[in-house]
């Protein structure tokens, strides 16, 4: 059975910083490509960043780029999301996810990595709250 577990939420002032944490295990984590997703309170849930199986490809969405940054570590089964430059508007519950499929490739479909019927394996999420 596979479980999904994040971790590192927490509340942080405007401009300061966050590391999210995400271990998976039931699965052979090095194949499954990861992403995270977040929902804020009274929003769908969203797209966040995107990591494949190897590490070679990484995306996120416009209103996280170049303030968060993925990585993964295939030696602990962690997915790691680091948060900097927080803003009110990134408080959320944030979730981390497995691809449905191994060793799964997008190749010029990547805009489909933040379809959320894309992954099957979900944390319960953990809470990030960013303070004006």
């Known amino acids: 059975q596979v479980k999904v577990v994040e971790s590192g939420g927490g509340l942080v002032q405007a401009g300061g910083s966050l590391r999210l944490s995400c271990t998976a295990s039931?699965?052979?984590?090095?194949?499954?490509?990861m992403a995270w997703f977040r929902q804020a309170p009274g929003k769908e849930r969203e797209g966040v960043s995107y990591?494949?199986?190897?590490?070679?490809?990484?995306y996120y969405s416009d209103s996280v780029k170049g303030r968060f940054t993925i990585s993964r570590d295939n030696a602990k089964n962690t997915l790691y999301l680091q948060m900097n430059t927080l803003k009110p508007e990134d408080t959320a519950i944030y979730y981390c996810?497995?691809?449905?499929?191994?060793?799964?490739?997008?190749?010029?479909?990547?805009?489909?990595?933040?379809?959320?019927?894309?992954?099957?394996?979900w944390g319960q999420g953990t809470q990030v709250t960013v303070s004006s």
């Open positions: 990591m494949s199986w190897s590490g070679g490809s990484a």
């Open positions: 039931g699965l052979n984590f090095g194949d499954y490509s």
């Open positions: 996810a497995s691809h449905r499929t191994a060793r799964h490739s997008y190749g010029n479909l990547s805009y489909r990595v933040f379809q959320a019927d894309e992954y099957n394996n």
